[in-house]
C-alpha cells in the first residue's frame, strides 16, 4: 500500500530521504542539521544514513552557508541549505538576491545554482520575532527565484522532491506551525505540479486565495460561511512565484469575489500583487473589490498578543461579509 500517516514535518524528512537516496550529488547543509536533527527534527536520522559528508553541520553563519551551496551547485551538486528561523535568513539576503538569483542570467543561460533553500517560517507557535516573520514577498520581488508553500503532508513529501529536481533556485517555505497536522501521503503517485494552484474547495459564491499556514483557516471559514448559506470556493497557490493567475482567474470568472489571505503584513504583501492582476484580468468579473486579509505593518509581536496578529477565521468572515455587502 502506497499510503501512510504522516505529519508534514515527517513527510518532508521521508521526501529528503528519497532525494539523498536517489541523487548521490545531493546534500543538505544547516546548523544542527546533523546529530540533532534540527530545531524542528525534519532531518533527524538522515546522518546515521548517509554520513556526516551528505548532511552537513555548518558553522553559526547564514551568509556562509547560501554562499558555500552556490559555490557546490556551480560545481555539479545539488545542496539542499536549512535556515534554522525565517527571521534567520537575512545575513544570507545579499548571497541570495545578488549572486544565487542572478547566476542563470548572469552566464546567459551557461549555467545555473540549483540550491534549494528550506525556511520554516510564520507564526502561531508562541515565539518571537526573527523566529515567527513571513518573508516570502521579499524574495518574490527578486527575478531568478522560485518559491514554493506547502501546506500538507502530501504535497510537503513530493513538493521538497520537485524542488530539488529543479534547475532554477527555490526558497521552500514550511509553515511551522503545521509541522504536527497529520495528512496522507500518497508515495507512489506524485503531487500536482508544484507551480499549479489547486482547488481545494468548490464554490460558487466566492473565492479565497491562501497558502502555506492559513489554508486550514481558508477552509474553516468556508464551512463556517456555508453555514450561512455561502458557497465558497479555496484555492491552495502552493507556490508563490511563479503564481499560478489562470486558476485564480478563471475561480473569480465563476464566483465574482475574491480574498486573499496571507500570514505576511498585508502592506507590500503577495495579496497585492494577486488583487493587481485580478483586477486587471477578471475586472468585468468583480462583484466587487478584491479584499486583503494579513498581518499588520509591524514587527511581530509577543506571543501573548500574536493572536491578535494573525489572521483568523472571524478575520476572513469578516472579509467575506464586506465582499458580500457590495
Not at 502506497?2 to 536517489?22: C, E, F, H, Y
Not at 527534527?41 to 553559526?60: E, K, N, Q
Not at 528561523?85 to 552566464?107: C, E, H, W
Not at 466587487?288 to 478575520?315: N, S, T, W
Amino acid at each position: 500500500m502506497s499510503t501512510t500517516t504522516m505529519t508534514l514535518a515527517k513527510a518532508i524528512t521521508a521526501g529528503l530521504d528519497k532525494v539523498l537516496a536517489t541523487n548521490p550529488k545531493s546534500l543538505l547543509i544547516g546548523e544542527d542539521i546533523g546529530r540533532l536533527g534540527g530545531v524542528y527534527r525534519v532531518t533527524d536520522g538522515l546522518i546515521d544514513s548517509y554520513g556526516a559528508d551528505r548532511v552537513i553541520d555548518s558553522p553559526l553563519g547564514e551568509a556562509g552557508i547560501i554562499g558555500t551551496s552556490i559555490g557546490m551547485a556551480i560545481r555539479g551538486y545539488s545542496p539542499i541549505a536549512e535556515i534554522q528561523f525565517d527571521g534567520f535568513v537575512f545575513p544570507a539576503f545579499n548571497q541570495i538576491t545578488t549572486q544565487l538569483a542572478k547566476m542563470r542570467a548572469r552566464s546567459e543561460g551557461r549555467f545555473g545554482a540549483p540550491v534549494v533553500i528550506r525556511i520554516p517560517y510564520g507564526g502561531g507557535i508562541g515565539s518571537i520575532e526573527h523566529h515567527s516573520e513571513s518573508p516570502e514577498a521579499l524574495f518574490a520581488h527578486t527575478a531568478g527565484l522560485r518559491i514554493m508553500a506547502p501546506s500538507n503532508a502530501h504535497d510537503a513529501y513530493w513538493m521538497i522532491q520537485q524542488a530539488a529536481a529543479c534547475q532554477d533556485p527555490v526558497i521552500f517555505f514550511e509553515p511551522k506551525r503545521r509541522y504536527w497536522l497529520k495528512g496522507e501521503v500518497d508515495t507512489e503517485n506524485p503531487a500536482a505540479d508544484a507551480f499549479k494552484a489547486q482547488v481545494i474547495r468548490p464554490g460558487e459564491d466566492a473565492t479565497i486565495v491562501t497558502y502555506g499556514p492559513l489554508v486550514p483557516v481558508a477552509l474553516a471559514a468556508a464551512e463556517a460561511a456555508r453555514e450561512d448559506g455561502r458557497s465558497v470556493e479555496v484555492i491552495d497557490l502552493r507556490s508563490v512565484s511563479p503564481i499560478d493567475f489562470d486558476t485564480i482567474t478563471e475561480s473569480v470568472e465563476k464566483t465574482g469575489r475574491l480574498i486573499v489571505t496571507h500570514e505576511a503584513p498585508t502592506f507590500g504583501g503577495i495579496g497585492g500583487e494577486i488583487a493587481a492582476r485580478i483586477s486587471e484580468r477578471a475586472f468585468l468579473s468583480l462583484e466587487a473589490p478584491v479584499i486583503r486579509v494579513g498581518g499588520f505593518h509591524m514587527p511581530y509581536p509577543v506571543a501573548k498578543v500574536e493572536e491578535q496578529y494573525l489572521p483568523d477565521i472571524d478575520k476572513v468572515l469578516e472579509a467575506l461579509d464586506r465582499s458580500f455587502a457590495y
